[in-house]
Structure formats: structure tokens, C-alpha cells
């Protein structure tokens, strides 16, 4: 049995595959936060929007494969497997991460986590220029 902020976290990450940011930001709530492995968090729709503009833009291909999903209270926890494309060449993260929402059903807080060293030596083998990036 599903929750009806599992039926949304799913229906965020199918959105995903449009690369359409105003989409994917319409998900957050106008205060929301977002972090994720190395990155500082971005706050609010403005920084999501970035992020996301640079995510969908560097990647294609996505496909999220869910091996666990469940909802406590107003956190719904995900572990998946993200795939992507970059340079023609397919990147494969696992992620474990939490998403919590307000009360209209709007992400509030988004974490994710996984191992940055293994996307790194990904990003690099498919050409990606990472100087800098733990700077980031």
C-alpha cells in the first residue's frame, strides 16, 4: 500500500524525464530546501530552480529505479537507483533519500545521499571536467 506522498515523490521523479524545470520546481514549497552529497544546500525556488536547470541540462536519459519507498508521518524515504546519460555514457548512483512536505503537499526538505566519489569517477571517465567540484 502506497501513500499519497509516494504517489507524488513518483510522480515528481516521472516528471523528472521532461528535463522541464518550472515543472520540477512547482513540486517545492516556495521556502524549500534541497541538499544533496557535496553540494551546498539550495534554499527556496529560485536556487532549486538553478540546480535543477543544471541537472536536467547535463544529463538525459534519466531513469529512477526504486528499491525501497516508505512514508513516516510527512517524510517519505527512497532508495533508488538514478541513471542518467552524460557524454554518451551512462552514469548508474545509488541513493538513499528523504523528502519531507508540508501540509499542502509541497516538498519542504529534500536530502539525498550517496557516495560522491563513485559519481565523481564516473563523471570523469565520461570526460567531465571536475576541477573544482569539491570546491562546489
Not at 515523490?9 to 520540477?24: G, H, I, M, N
Not at 534519466?62 to 542518467?84: A, P
Not at 499542502?104 to 529534500?110: E, F, L, M, N, V
Amino acid at each position: 500500500m502506497t501513500s499519497g506522498l509516494e504517489e507524488t515523490v513518483r510522480a515528481f521523479f516521472a516528471d523528472w524525464t521532461t528535463r522541464d524545470p518550472d515543472v520540477l520546481v512547482s513540486y517545492f514549497a516556495p521556502d524549500a530546501e534541497w541538499s544533496e552529497a557535496n553540494r551546498a544546500p539550495a534554499r527556496g525556488h529560485k536556487e532549486i530552480r538553478s540546480v535543477l536547470e543544471l541537472q536536467v541540462g547535463f544529463g538525459s536519459g534519466f531513469e529512477f529505479e526504486f528499491r525501497t519507498i516508505g512514508t513516516f508521518g510527512s517524510i517519505v524515504f527512497t532508495e533508488r537507483i538514478d541513471r542518467f546519460i552524460i557524454n554518451g555514457r551512462p552514469m548508474v548512483v545509488p541513493v538513499a533519500g528523504l523528502l519531507e512536505f508540508d501540509q499542502s503537499g509541497k516538498i519542504r526538505a529534500w536530502r539525498d545521499y550517496y557516495d560522491w566519489s563513485a559519481l565523481e569517477r564516473q563523471l570523469i571517465e565520461s570526460g567531465v571536467d571536475m576541477s573544482g567540484a569539491d570546491d562546489a
